[in-house]
């Protein structure tokens, strides 16, 4: 399946904030790339143009292309709710980034591989599709064959930050999806409303 491929530091840059995790080569240069990224100048930027950026720093945040990105957008639309809190609440639920905020992987794109290469089961079972939505219960683990991988005991060694959605016992390298995330819980600076108007139009 397609997948952006391309550098990550300068997409980070265009959105002024390291949306990929810290990033050496970011702290450096955070300003915009290109021969005018550090002019002052800039035109009159449309309501539009804001509203699409905010779309592709979504985009980009989670790994999706566009039309996996519409559809994800299109499902949210048709559930009761607030659009765009469920539309992120259904990005959280993927099991590429539920791999990822269990620390499984220090990416999105790593834990992307993690699940393609079958190393990740739910419930069980063998998963290999990374935008798999999980439901709340549902357990991920990794493969016995795959607790050993260098990548995977460097990331769990390395964990950061909890989530109050997910719980990880340690000795048996089980991760519990409890239950959808609250908007105030997700921590990426996502303004979802843009995005839901960019699609209204």
Known sequence: MARHRGPTSKIARTFGEAIFG??????????APGQHGLSKKRKNISEYAIQLKEKQKAKMTYGLLERQFAKVYSAAARKSGVTGEIMLQMLESRLDNVVYRMGIANSRRASRQL?????ISVNGAICNIPSAQLKPGDKVSIRERSKNIESIRKSLDAKGAKFPWIL??????????VNL??????????????IVELYSK
């Open 22 to 31: 810290y990033d050496k080569a970011f702290e450096k240069r955070n300003y």
């Open 115 to 119: 699940v393609n290469h079958k190393h």
């Open 168 to 177: 990880w016992d340690e000795k048996a390298m089980i991760g519990t999806f």
């Open 181 to 194: 995330p609250l908007r105030e819980q997700i921590p990426e600076n996502i303004k979802e409303q843009l």
